[in-house]
Nanobody, 122 residues
Framework: QVQLVESGGGLVQAGGSLRLSCALSGRTFSSYIMGWFRQAPGKEREFVAGVNWTGRITKYADSVAGRFTISRDNAKNTVYLQMNSLKPEDTAVYYC???????????????WGQGTQVTVSS
């Protein structure tokens, strides 16, 4: 019964910023490692960022490190992805995901949102 709903995608010029949000419902939000993934047309889905249960530990793909920031607000059952210095190659559908019975070292993402489109123009 866990549901994830993303929002905040859109069209932005290169160098600009967007903030994605993902709200979880149905279970205790703080029990889940949360992550963001993305999938470009014709490409495989790839990991972007992850945040642990408390928000104190994060992990990023090399391609976004230093530009993107993942965070969470457990009081609002929401995880965020702040995207700065956007590049055309960041264009993709972005998905949020939750991992329940997982370790931080090996998260098992089992719940997925529907995705939100991010398009970066040059």
């Amino acid at each position: 019964q866990v549901q994830l709903v993303e929002s905040g995608g859109g069209l932005v010029q290169a160098g600009g910023s967007l903030r994605l949000s993902c709200a979880l419902s149905g279970r205790t939000f703080s029990s889940y490692i949360m992550g963001w993934f993305r999938q470009a047309p014709g490409k495989e889905r790839e990991f972007v960022a992850g945040v642990n249960w408390t928000g104190r530990i994060t992990k990023y793909a090399d391609s976004v490190a230093g530009r993107f920031t993942i965070s969470r607000d457990n009081a609002k059952n929401t995880v965020y992805l702040q995207m700065n210095s956007l590049k055309p190659e960041d264009t993709a559908v972005y998905y949020c995901a939750g991992a329940g019975g997982s370790t931080w070292a090996q998260p098992r993402y089992e719940y997925w949102g529907q995705g939100t489109q991010v398009t970066v123009s040059s």
